[in-house]
């Protein structure tokens, strides 16, 4: 599933390839991408694109006085092509911007898309914590006060935004922690800890245009070259790069969790 760093990559390209150009249809092939309660989305044709950005796992495209979100959810992409190129199979959802068109490709067609006035809307959006480099450690220790395991919570976007599988089990072996602590054990040291970690591994992630594993590309191909980087993630049965011990693989709240049993007792 794409994470911050990857959605960041994909606001990226497409704001770069996009601002400023204005929509002259739009084409529904598969209409459950859309949310129940979303606005039509021929509202947006004739709507200029002003701006792409990011909050949390979200890209959030601002149309003038519209906003559409979209989640991209397990394998949700972008990609740009000439308005004249044939429509492909995973194909739901195509913007038309003049002589170009935006597909939106999905596989499994888990993503989902809102057109709305007001970001708050969007419940699923209006819900979400603050992001690594926005929150501070007191903040998130008030939100781990729970009997359930560390990399459990972490999981969850209404305690902190923007982390998923893979970079939690990177963010707890730098901060030494075990992924079955419980969150209410969590010091606030450990707080800061997971914090300043967050904010290293994002940004080195965001640097190298996101982590490629299985099915992550951005718009136009670019693939992700932080997984070069992994420490413990997918590495079960490797030794680990700090202490020589071997990475186990355990199932924590359903998600594979990598870890090393010796840095992180």
């Known amino acids: 599933m794409p994470e911050l760093p990857e959605v960041r990559t994909v606001a990226k390209v497409l704001k770069r390839n996009l601002l400023n150009k204005k929509i002259t249809n739009i084409k529904i092939i598969y209409p459950k991408i859309i949310e129940p309660n979303s606005l039509d989305f021929n509202n947006l044709i004739g709507k200029r ?3 792409i950005s990011t909050k949390g796992k979200f890209l959030i495209f601002k149309f003038e006085d519209l906003y559409l979100i979209s989640h991209l959810r397990m394998e949700g992409k972008y990609f740009i092509k000439s ?18 068109s935006v597909r939106y490709h999905d596989t499994r067609k888990f993503g989902r898309m809102m ?23 007191e903040e998130l220790k008030n939100k781990l006060k729970s009997k359930l ?10 305690i902190m935004s923007g982390l998923g599988n893979i970079y939690v089990n ?23 800890s997971i914090i ?20 992550y ?10 997984q070069n980087f992994l420490m ?34």
Do not use: M, W
Request: with cysteine.
């Open 49 to 51: 694109l002003t701006d």
């Open 83 to 100: 308005l004249n190129d044939k429509v492909e199979k995973h194909e739901h959802i195509i913007f038309e911007f003049g002589d170009l």
């Open 115 to 137: 057109l709305t006035k007001n970001l708050n809307d969007y419940n699923s959006l209006a819900k979400l914590g603050k992001e690594p480099f926005e929150i501070n450690k």
């Open 149 to 158: 395991p560390i990399k459990e919570l972490l999981l969850d976007q209404s």
């Open 170 to 192: 990177e963010v707890l072996f730098a901060s030494k922690i075990n992924p079955l602590k419980k969150g209410e054990d969590i010091s606030l040291d450990n707080c800061q």
């Open 196 to 215: 300043d970690n967050s904010v290293v591994i994002l940004n080195k992630a965001i640097e190298y245009g996101g982590t490629t594993i299985k099915s």
């Open 217 to 226: 590309t951005s718009s136009l191909g670019v693939i992700g070259q932080y």
């Open 232 to 265: 413990v993630h997918k590495r079960e049965d490797k030794e680990c790069k700090v202490c020589g011990s071997t990475i186990i693989n355990i199932k924590v709240g359903g998600r594979s969790t990598y870890y090393c049993p010796k840095c992180q007792k």
